[in-house]
């Protein structure tokens, strides 16, 4: 194949740093059984290690060229490909081979709604290794408090322990992006009955009101939820803003309303 043009429409930055690849296979740490889905492969900078750990891997990605040259390389019986949007993929297709291992170089320009998108799979999940933004992944791992934490450091703790592991330079990636990025590794956390969202579109909804408009106070921004008496009645000061409250205070307070 003539090599090929990285299309930005893809966020297609691929990995050329053998250090990186190498420190994000160790951080995966991929054993024969495992049952392992990269997003992603692209040209198979990561692919191709994992499968030398890995019996079987199963891919997704959604540049013909990029799944022809796949094909080239790869034998069938050792990579399944997935031809099509991440997105849209339903990860409960593969629930009987066990828990996933997901991994990818993640394409930037999607990398929210595919972590949205994969909360919802979180019980068919045993772990899962990203490479992100490092701004994203800032938001993603971030404190109360702090000026990072918003709806995504909440829906995504909610659901998982996250950790973030190293940063990897721009100059890692052809073509170089403008930003630095980072690893991060996800686990699904064992929600007990007091830390889970007995309704979660409602959490969803009222975690998503909350950070709207993060410098008003919570009384103004979930009044269409009850506003001051929803807060008073959990002990929450009216005049708290989204950012001072933990996650468990998300779920307490869509709680109260699901019990109503
Ligand atoms: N894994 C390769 C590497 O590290 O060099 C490529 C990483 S590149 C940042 C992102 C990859 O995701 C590209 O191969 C791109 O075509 C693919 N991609 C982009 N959008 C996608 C989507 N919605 N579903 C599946 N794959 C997608």
Do not use: W
Request: positive net charge; without cysteine.
């Amino acid at each position: 194949m003539k090599a090929h043009q990285p299309r930005r429409r893809f966020g297609q930055n691929f990995l050329v740093s053998p250090g990186v690849i190498r420190k994000i296979v160790a951080a995966i740490a991929p054993r024969p059984g495992d049952v392992v889905v990269e997003i992603g492969p692209g040209l198979g900078a990561l692919t191709a290690p994992l499968l030398l750990r890995l019996d079987h891997l199963f891919v997704i990605e959604i540049d013909r060229d990029l799944i022809t040259h796949l094909r080239r390389h790869f034998p069938s019986e050792r990579l399944t490909i997935f031809d099509g949007d991440a997105l849209r993929f339903d990860f409960g297709l593969l629930e009987g081979d066990g828990p996933l291992k997901i991994v990818g170089n993640l394409p930037y320009n999607i990398s929210s709604p595919l972590l949205f998108h994969l909360t919802r799979f979180a019980d068919r999940i045993a772990e899962m290794h990203f490479m992100l933004q490092k701004e994203v992944v800032d938001r993603m791992v971030a404190a109360p408090g702090s000026g990072a934490y918003g709806r995504l450091s909440v829906m995504l703790q909610y659901r998982f322990q996250l950790e973030r592991l190293f940063i990897v330079p721009p100059g890692a990636f052809d073509p170089a992006p403008k930003v630095d990025s980072a690893v991060v590794r996800m686990i699904p956390r064992k929600l007990g009955a007091g830390e889970t969202a007995r309704d979660e579109a409602l959490f969803s909804r009222l975690v998503t009101a909350a950070f709207s408009q993060r410098r008003k106070m919570l009384r103004n921004t979930l009044k269409e939820f009850g506003g001051e008496s929803l807060l008073a009645a959990q002990g929450i000061a009216p005049t708290a803003r989204a950012e001072e409250l933990p996650v468990e205070a998300y779920v307490k307070l869509s709680n109260a309303l699901a019990a109503g």
